[in-house]
């Protein structure tokens, strides 16, 4: 199973490193299922684009801030 993490993460990297972000926070709450990541602590978003996924993309102006998932378990 380590094995097969580390081989995911090596393949988001590029992805990550698309966005730019120095820091990457992970908050996965498992009773709602819902994975939260966050490119700046604190996000102060001021507009949230909800596309037809169940992804939430959190906003500051045009800048994406953080992400929402919801359904985690189910993806």
Excluded: C
Excluded at 11 to 29: E, Q, R, T, V
Excluded at 51 to 70: A, F, M, Q, S
């Amino acid at each position: 199973m380590e094995t097969t993490v580390v081989k995911d993460i090596f393949n988001a990297l590029p992805f990550i490193k698309k966005l730019g972000s120095k820091h990457i926070w992970f908050d996965f709450d498992e009773e709602a299922d819902v994975l939260y990541i966050s490119f700046e602590r604190p996000q102060h978003a001021t507009d949230t684009d909800i596309l037809p996924d169940g992804i939430l993309l959190r906003l500051r102006g045009k800048k994406v801030v953080g992400v929402t998932i919801t359904n985690v378990s189910k993806r």
